[in-house]
């Protein structure tokens, strides 16, 4: 498994590196009242992926987060609803009441 692993990366790795030489273009952007610098076209994508990735990230750990506080509540709901049933529960009897428990119990009254 860590050789397959091994193998996976470093072919991503020749790939990445492989696409860099290939767009070695500079290029700019232009914002409303900035312009970047002139920079190779593959570092303005690795940019663009990673605060992609950034972005996604801190809302899936703010969605976990809400889904955590959630469970947490709903966790402390249930409790609460589990004790007010057993306390709305009759109590039941020590003794079971089983088939063979009235079976022995109607021969010693016979």
């Known amino acids: 498994?860590?050789?397959?692993?091994?193998f996976i990366g470093?072919?991503?790795?020749?790939?990445?590196?492989?696409?860099?030489?290939?767009?070695?273009?500079?290029?700019?952007?232009?914002?409303?009242?900035?312009?970047t610098p002139d920079v190779p076209l593959f570092v303005m994508l690795y940019l663009s992926i990673l605060l992609g990735v950034a972005v996604a990230w801190v809302l899936v750990i703010g969605e976990q987060f809400r889904m955590r506080v959630q469970l947490k509540r709903k966790e402390k709901k249930i409790k609460e609803l589990e004790e007010r049933l057993k306390s709305l529960?009759?109590?039941?009897?020590?003794e079971e009441t089983t088939a063979e428990a009235k079976e022995a119990e109607d021969a010693a009254a016979s």
């Open 1 to 6: 498994m860590i050789i397959l692993r091994l």
């Open 10 to 35: 470093l072919a991503l790795i020749f790939l990445l590196v492989a696409f860099a030489i290939r767009n070695m273009a500079p290029v700019h952007l232009d914002f409303y009242f900035y312009k």
């Open 89 to 94: 529960q009759p109590e039941e009897p020590a």
